[in-house]
Structure formats: structure tokens, C-alpha cells
């Protein structure tokens, strides 16, 4: 660094730079210059009539407040420009308390800028650490305790201390438990899990509570689906649908490129779990020709026509997606539960 | 037979036998002619079909082919239906302007009965969604049916259409530039449409999972929505906490640091620099 300093530049070229003993001088204060109100009587009204302008502005707002509340009705549309229709108790409401409030405040700052007092008052800066012989004495008087305590000689007394430190703040790690049991399989199974070969669960549209033929759905359709006998009315219905809704599209089989997505649907009908696998938003920005589903969230984007891969986004895993296929009589129905948990994932999860 | 053969050489033999033959086919013709009504149907029908494929070769023949079949600029027409030409050319996306992602609306450049044609003839190619009439879009005139198809409507929206057009029906971003346009303002008409046919890249919702009733009533939610007045302050969009997160830092901390820089400015020690 030194070699940069005008001195040894000056010795290494041999050249003669002018030099000041201080190259950055101390400028001091400026000069005081008084405000226009300070040397100008008419000035100082002038300010005064202003602010109190602005203080009895705000005192015809406040009345206007109340008049506009007791006089304008509740239903009362009017048109504003750039707001287009709006209540007008709402906008008389909320423009003349923001003009009592504003003025009050705009008064009092002009008031202090053009004619409360303008001295300026320098403060100097010390260190901030404590002067030696304070610290001296705090040191002196740190080791005066230990040595009376004993700490350092009678070591039993030290660790178990130190151990009893130690151990205090499990009591808090044990009320930990109180934020509720834990989720022990809720977390891997959904209510698609009563599904058996034997006894199938029929996929329900949730638009009109009817079960689905495969003949319903068409190539380039949405659908969403809900298992058979979960009623809107049930106590527990949001809890369960969160967990089982389906996001049911049809894609031509030539264009699945996964061949274990296209096995566990029917005929192109593909039926994915609607929950996210990032933090659990449902998600069914599906687009028909791309063939991708967008979580509004943040972003994650599955292609569906390729076992609801992760091409885009934050989730971790793809969309779990059920087996289904037809009963005897032709609807859609699983025979079983998704093959991994389905929404974000946890600590315990499979994989 | 004399007679007959007698005159055999007459000048008049020819046409004798000409008017003959005339009478027979006139006979025979009007025998086994279809009946004179469904004709009648059957040529209006045939000429609107002709008619629809003159403007389909000179607007839409250049993407999908002279005869609908589709090139590798644009997609086949055969069993799109008469619904998805009224909703793509009324609403003025077809024909496209630009290829990309998204074909915006924009201003229709053919009269109805264009349409209509147009229609007919893309209809002809194969079977497909017929468009709707009016009995079929409008939702209810009376208010108490109305006010419950609003209701039904609206459960039905947040399940089927909010994910993308937004709550408000305000629209909202997809993927790549493409995005879900805005509900404000659209034609009945054109909403059941696009339900029934699935535009660019929105799924279809026909009347086997989504009933023609209950596509009446989104339509009826949303021209509620469209009519609904605001409160008061400003709507944003309609879009929720990106634009209102948006305006707060920019407008609302803005003003804030405007009045802090009013408070400061113009005493002595600003003066300095």
C-alpha cells in the first residue's frame, strides 16, 4: 500500500510532487446560513398562515368524515376516473380521513422546517470501548470471583454444573411433543387404499357426483375426480380430498413416452394425484397441447405425457399417479392405492 | 303398325320421339325424385358448405390445407366441429396473425353468416361440437333462477376454471409465453364455446364430464363477476398479492421515501453537497 502514497512515488521517480502535510484538511462546519423566515418577518407569517392552512384543512376533513358518514348511503355507486365504480361512502371515507391525517402531519413538518429553532448542535464521536483502567478493574474483579468460587480446584463441582447446563434445555426439546403425535402411515396412504381387485373403487366426477365410462373422456379434456362414496357433506371431506383428488387427462397413446404411465392408465386416460409434489398446492394448469401441468405456486411444471415428469420448478418427485381401469358394467375405477405417498415430501418417506 | 312405319320418314318422326323420351325420363324423374322440401334443405345446406369453402381456401387454407386436413403450420380441422370455427373466427383468433405461442383475440374480419359458412363447410369434414344456440349459453333472465346459477356457477368455476383464469376470472401466466386470457367481457356465446371445444391449449370440458347445464351456469358466474362493482381503492387486476405486493413497494414505499427526501431537503446541512 505504502508505495502508492505521493512520498514514494516522489522517491522512486525522482520527481518532485507537491505535498501537504494533511492532504485531506478538515473542512469544519459550513457556515450558518439562516432561513428565510429567520431574516424575513413576512416570511415567518407567511410560513405560520400556511401551516395553519394545512392544520385547519384537516380539521374540515375530519368534519367532512363525519358528514360523509352520516349523509352518504352504504350502497351509493358513483364513478371516478381512474377507479372506475366504487362505493362512495368507501371513497368519501377513505379520502377525507387521509386528508385530516396527511395534513396534520404535512403542517407539523413545515412547521419544524421553516420556524422552530435551526441551531446546529455538533456531537462528537468517542470509542466505543471503556477506558483502560475501567477495564482493568472489571478484569481484576472477574478473576477475584473465580479464584474465591473455587471453580478451577474443585473440578466435581465444575462438571457437574456443566452438566446440568447441559441437560436444562431438553425439558424444552420434550414439550416439542406437544405440537401433536406423529403422523405415523397417514402420510403414505389415501383413502384410495380401501381399493382392492376384488372390491374396486369407482372414480367419481366431481362436476356431477357421477361415476365416469371411459368413453366420457375425451382426448384433450380435464376432468376432476374424487373417490366414490367421499361426500361433500362428510365432516372429514377437505381433509380426505386433499388427499385424494385426481386430475384425470386423455392423451393419445402414441404420444405417451413413458411406458409404466401409460400401463398403469386406460387407453390414454391418465389419472394423477392433483397435489403438488413441492409444498402440496393442487395443481391443474393443464395444458392440452403441450401436455403440461403448472403448480401456480412456484412454478413446477410435470409432463403429464411422460409420467408427469419434473421439466421445471422446485418439486422433488413426480406426481404419483393411480392404476385404473374398468368394472364389468364399464366405469373407471382403481383397484388400489398411488404406488408412493402423494404431496410434498417428508422425512420418512419411501423414496 | 302401317301407320306407324308409314310416317317413319316424316320430318316431324324426330322430334315426336324426342318428346317421348323427355316424357318418360320427366316421369320416371319425378317418380323417384326426393321429396321438393328436403331439397330444398339439402341445397342450402350444400351451398352454404360450397360457399364456406371458398373463404376456408382463401383465410384458412394456407395453414390447414386446402381441404382442412392440416399442414405442418397448422393442426387438422376434421372433427373440430362448427363451434370451434365460430369461437376461434368471432372471436378474431383465426385467422392467426402470427404463428407462436399464444394466438391473442383480435378484431373479427368476417360477418356471421361468413362464420356460419365457414362453419358449415369444417363442419362437413367430420363430426365434431356443433355450435351452441342461444337457449343452450344464456343464463337465466329470471333473478332468483339466475342468483342460484350464479351460486352453482361459481363452486363449479373455482373447481374447473380458476386455477387459470384466476378467481376473478382476471386470466393469468402459463408456461413459455402462453397464458389464460381474461373472462372480462367475452361473449356468452364464446365462453361455452371455448368449454365445449378446448382452444390452443385449454382443456375441453365436454357434456359428459361437465353437463350443458352446468356450462350455463359458469357462464352466468361469470358475467356476474364481470358486473360485480368494486368497493372501492383499486382492483390491481383482480390478481392478488403480486400486483397488490408490487404496488405497496413500489408506489406506497415510493411515496414514503418522496416525503422523506421532501422532509430533509433544503435545510442548512443539505445544502453542503
Not at chain 2, 24 to 32: E, R
Request: net charge negative; aromatic share 6%; charged share 20%.
Amino acid at each position: 500500500m505504502s508505495e502508492n502514497l505521493p512520498e514514494a512515488h516522489a522517491a522512486s521517480h525522482g520527481t518532485d510532487v507537491a505535498t501537504h502535510g494533511e492532504p485531506f484538511a478538515d473542512p469544519g462546519l459550513p457556515a450558518h446560513e439562516p432561513r428565510r423566515t429567520d431574516i424575513d418577518e413576512r416570511a415567518a407569517k407567511r410560513a405560520e398562515r400556511q401551516v395553519s392552512l394545512l392544520f385547519v384543512v384537516s380539521m374540515l376533513a375530519t368534519v367532512g368524515f363525519i358528514a360523509s358518514y352520516a349523509s352518504i348511503d352504504a350502497d351509493k355507486l358513483v364513478y371516478i376516473f381512474p377507479l372506475g365504480h366504487v362505493s362512495a361512502l368507501n371513497f368519501a371515507l377513505g379520502m377525507t380521513l387521509g386528508v385530516a391525517l396527511f395534513c396534520i402531519g404535512a403542517g407539523a413538518v413545515h412547521w419544524a422546517r421553516t420556524l422552530m429553532s435551526d441551531h446546529e448542535l455538533p456531537a462528537e464521536r468517542h470509542a466505543i470501548e471503556a477506558d483502560d483502567d475501567v477495564r482493568n478493574d472489571v478484569i481484576e474483579q472477574f478473576r477475584t470471583g473465580a479464584a474465591e468460587s473455587g471453580f478451577g480446584r474443585r473440578k466435581m463441582i465444575r462438571n457437574t454444573l456443566i452438566g446440568s447446563m447441559a441437560l436444562v434445555p431438553l425439558s424444552g426439546v420434550v414439550l416439542l411433543r406437544d405440537l401433536g403425535p406423529l403422523p405415523e402411515q397417514k402420510l403414505a396412504h389415501t383413502n384410495w387404499d380401501e381399493a382392492t381387485p376384488a372390491k374396486p373403487i369407482k372414480l367419481v366426477n366431481m362436476n356431477t357426483d357421477q361415476p365416469m365410462k371411459p368413453e366420457d373422456v375425451v382426448q384433450g379434456s380435464l376432468t376432476f375426480a374424487k373417490p366414490e362414496g367421499l361426500e361433500e357433506s362428510a365432516e372429514d371431506f377437505q381433509q380426505r380430498i386433499a388427499k385424494d383428488a385426481l386430475m384425470i387427462v386423455r392423451i393419445a397413446p402414441a404420444d405417451l413416452k413413458d411406458a409404466k404411465s401409460a400401463e398403469l392408465g386406460f387407453e390414454g386416460i391418465l389419472a394423477y394425484s392433483k397435489i403438488c409434489t413441492h409444498v402440496g398446492c393442487p395443481i391443474s394448469l393443464y395444458e392440452q397441447q403441450t401436455h403440461h401441468a403448472l403448480c401456480p405456486c412456484h412454478q413446477s411444471t410435470f409432463d403429464l405425457a411422460d409420467g408427469a415428469r419434473v421439466i421445471f420448478g422446485p418439486a422433488g418427485h413426480p406426481l404419483p399417479q393411480l392404476k385404473i381401469t374398468t368394472d364389468e358394467q364399464g366405469y373407471l375405477v382403481a383397484t388400489g392405492d398411488f404406488d408412493e405417498p402423494v404431496g410434498p415430501s417428508y422425512w420418512e418417506r419411501p423414496r | 303398325m302401317k301407320k306407324l312405319s308409314a310416317r317413319r320418314r316424316h320430318p316431324l318422326a324426330a322430334v315426336v320421339v324426342l318428346l317421348l323420351a323427355l316424357a318418360a325420363t320427366g316421369g320416371l324423374y319425378a317418380a323417384f325424385a326426393p321429396a321438393e322440401k328436403a331439397q330444398a334443405d339439402s341445397s342450402a345446406q350444400s351451398l352454404a358448405i360450397d360457399e364456406g369453402k371458398k373463404l376456408f381456401a382463401v383465410g384458412c387454407s394456407s395453414c390447414h390445407g386446402l381441404n382442412g386436413q392440416g399442414t405442418s403450420d397448422g393442426p387438422s380441422l376434421v372433427g373440430v366441429g362448427s363451434a370451434a370455427v365460430d369461437f376461434q373466427v368471432a372471436t378474431g383468433r383465426m385467422p392467426a396473425q402470427q404463428p407462436g405461442a399464444q394466438v391473442p383475440s383480435k378484431k373479427n374480419i368476417y360477418s356471421q353468416a361468413e362464420i356460419d359458412q365457414m362453419a358449415a363447410f369444417v363442419a362437413s369434414l367430420g363430426p365434431g361440437p356443433v355450435a351452441p344456440n342461444a337457449k343452450q349459453y344464456q343464463p337465466s333472465d329470471d333473478p332468483v333462477t339466475n342468483a342460484e346459477q350464479v351460486a352453482k356457477g361459481g363452486e363449479l368455476f373455482r373447481t374447473n376454471c380458476a386455477q387459470c383464469h384466476n378467481f376473478a376470472g382476471k386470466g393469468g401466466a402459463l408456461t413459455n409465453g402462453k397464458y389464460a386470457p381474461s373472462l372480462e367481457g367475452v361473449d356468452a356465446k364464446h365462453i361455452y364455446e371455448a368449454m365445449q371445444t378446448g382452444p390452443q391449449n385449454m382443456p375441453s370440458f365436454p357434456d359428459t364430464t361437465m353437463p350443458e347445464e352446468q356450462k350455463r351456469e359458469i357462464v352466468a358466474f361469470v358475467r356476474n363477476a364481470n358486473d360485480e362493482p368494486n368497493p372501492g381503492g383499486l382492483a390491481l387486476g383482480s390478481l392478488g398479492p403480486v400486483t397488490e405486493g408490487l404496488f405497496g413497494w413500489i408506489f406506497g414505499l415510493g411515496t414514503l421515501i418522496v416525503i422523506a427526501i421532501w422532509v430533509a431537503a433544503h435545510t442548512t446541512k443539505a445544502k453542503k453537497s
